[in-house]
């Protein structure tokens, strides 16, 4: 596979992570029948920090330094934007399933609204990540 491929793939398994670890806790309650205690939302709101920490700077970054020693130069602003929207649509459809989950919005147009900025926003980070690790191999 080419390793130009594997940034942008990882940045849409992210961005679903991140739509899901920042609902843990609703999608906690909303799930159990007995009502978690807090240290289970708790730990499970820090593990979920913490995977997407290790996806985001292990994985993400890692293979954007990668592919920015096995790719031509001038390809690193189409790839970072590719990243970025794909990191923004995995976001959008993470949230649109858990939002199907959770069932409980009142006001859809208004959350959808705040979800595509959200998206936008997961995004531009991951993007920012990817850059960040394209440049590094540049500068190596």
């Known amino acids: ?7 942008p793939i990882v940045a849409g398994v ?12 609703a ?10 205690s807090t240290e289970v939302i708790t730990r499970t709101t820090l ?6 920490f290790a996806l ?5 970054f890692g293979l954007a330094y990668r592919a920015g020693t096995r790719t031509d ?29 959770l ?3 009142r006001h ?4 959808g609204l705040l979800e595509l900025g959200s998206g936008v926003a997961v995004g531009v980070q991951l993007a920012v990540v990817t850059f960040a690790g394209l440049a590094l191999a540049r500068r190596a």
Not at 76 to 90: E, H
């Open 1 to 7: 596979m080419n390793s130009s491929a594997l940034p």
């Open 14 to 25: 992210v961005g679903a992570i991140v739509s899901v670890t920042r609902r843990l806790a």
């Open 27 to 36: 999608l906690l309650l909303e799930l159990s029948s007995t009502g978690p």
């Open 47 to 52: 593990g979920g920090r913490a995977l997407v």
């Open 56 to 60: 985001t700077y292990g994985a993400l």
């Open 73 to 101: 130069p001038r390809a690193d602003g189409r790839l970072t934007v590719v990243t970025g929207v794909v990191a923004a649509i995995g976001y959008l459809v993470g949230s649109a399933i858990v939002f199907r989950v």
């Open 103 to 105: 069932s409980t919005r």
């Open 108 to 111: 859809p147009a208004l959350a």
